[in-house]
């Protein structure tokens, strides 16, 4: 008596279990290209490191503007749009805005910079770093992928003394 293990039933079993790993395979894959690429597709549109459709020209003025998705400030220095990165160049706490003074300060360990974003005193070994920005249209776009170091300490270009007690209330 022979035992054959090709019947017609167990072939078709073997066919069909292929069949249905490749397909589990097939739809993993998938999944998984699927998912990488949105992933890339969010960072590249609204992460840092892309460019982000921060505002209208019209809102961007001699008073900072913040803007939450690129992390920075526009402001407008000499005419020109620039976008200066929250992130202090001493050890990278946020920078802020204070109205009072009209200075950047960090709360951190009390660097202020000046409306341009340039050093003016405490640790900090550089101004604010500035992403690069453009206009489409009436948008101003900052490239949060393109960044220029700040300028050492000593370089203030913009005549704009304080105008009043900080905010931080960190002794510098
Ligand atoms: Fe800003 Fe230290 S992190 S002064």
């Not at 220095?77 to 003074?101: F, K, M, N, T, Y």
């Not at 920005?133 to 050492?152: F, K, L, M, Q």
Request: proline share 5%.
């Amino acid at each position: 008596m022979t035992n054959n293990s090709n019947t017609p039933t167990d072939m078709g079993r073997r066919t069909f279990l292929s069949r249905a790993w490749k397909a589990g395979l097939a739809l993993i894959a998938v999944a998984g290209s699927w998912t990488t690429l949105d992933i890339l597709r969010s960072i590249r549109s609204s992460g840092l490191g892309g460019i982000i459709r921060a505002a209208q020209a019209t809102d961007v003025t001699e008073v900072p503007l913040y803007i939450r998705g690129a992390q920075s400030y526009l402001t407008l220095i000499d005419g020109e749009v620039v976008a200066l990165w929250q992130r202090c160049p001493h050890l990278g706490c946020r920078v802020a805005w204070c109205d009072s003074s009209r200075e950047f300060e960090c709360a951190c360990h009390g660097s202020t910079f000046n409306r341009a974003g340039e050093v003016r005193s405490g640790p900090s070994p550089r101004g604010m770093d500035r992403f690069a920005v453009a206009a489409d249209a009436d948008i101003i776009e900052v490239d949060t992928g393109t960044v220029t170091e700040g300028a050492p300490p000593g370089s203030e270009s913009i005549d704009e003394p304080p105008t009043g007690a900080g905010c931080s209330g960190h002794a510098t």
